[in-house]
């Protein structure tokens, strides 16, 4: 912000009339010269460049945000790394899950998701249902409300159900059919998992 302050104070230098005596009067009767006019648009040219700068800083300030709130509440929805096989917390209204992506292996016009869901409270759930969405990476780099926007309406989503037993203490393999989809179509994917029965031991 002070770059581009300065710049268009020394901007002003050369363009704002100068008062003297209570008159107020131009600086000079002639016209910028040449190199003036050069200097005038090199510094308007300063300007435009850090007010786009200043707007990816901006967007990247707003995403960290949005992460760092994201990991601060309850992970309702969780992104999923298709590359690799660590495992990530997925909170349910009624308990937590951890779910770990396999693979993902092209089938018809799409692509079959593979992922183990693990149940390690001493709960068993029965039945439940996945929502999955995809799309193409968004690159926040290159911020804009409008194909940000664009991008949200590209995103296809399904909701699968299963009436597989998430087990206490076990890791269950499921598999998702995500059509169309593209390898690049797969840069973005998110998933939720929902169930309304629980099965606790009885005494």
């Not at 104070?9 to 010269?33: A, W």
Request: net charge neutral.
């Amino acid at each position: 912000m002070r770059h581009i302050q300065a710049a268009l104070l020394t901007i002003g230098m050369f363009c704002t009339p100068l008062s003297l005596g209570g008159e107020t009067k131009p600086v000079s009767d002639r016209p910028p010269s040449a190199q003036q006019q050069r200097e005038i648009t090199d510094l308007r040219l300063q300007v435009i460049e850090l007010q786009s700068k200043l707007k990816t800083l901006e967007a990247s300030v707003k995403f960290d945000e949005w992460q760092i709130t994201r990991k601060q509440d309850a992970q309702a929805t969780i992104t999923l790394n298709l590359s690799e096989h660590t495992y990530q917390r997925l909170d349910l209204d009624n308990g937590f899950l951890l779910v770990s992506a396999q693979d993902a292996v092209p089938y018809l016009n799409g692509y079959t998701i593979r992922l183990n869901i693990g149940n390690p409270t001493s709960a068993g759930y029965a039945g439940f249902k996945a929502k999955i969405s995809w799309a193409k990476a968004y690159d926040f780099t290159k911020y804009t409300k409008e194909s940000y926007d664009e991008w949200q309406k590209s995103t296809q989503e399904k909701e699968i159900s299963f009436t597989d037993v998430l087990e206490a203490g076990t890791w269950t393999p499921i598999e998702l059919i995500v059509t169309p989809a593209t390898a690049e179509q797969l840069g973005y994917v998110t998933l939720s998992l929902s169930t309304d029965t629980v099965r606790l031991r009885q005494k």
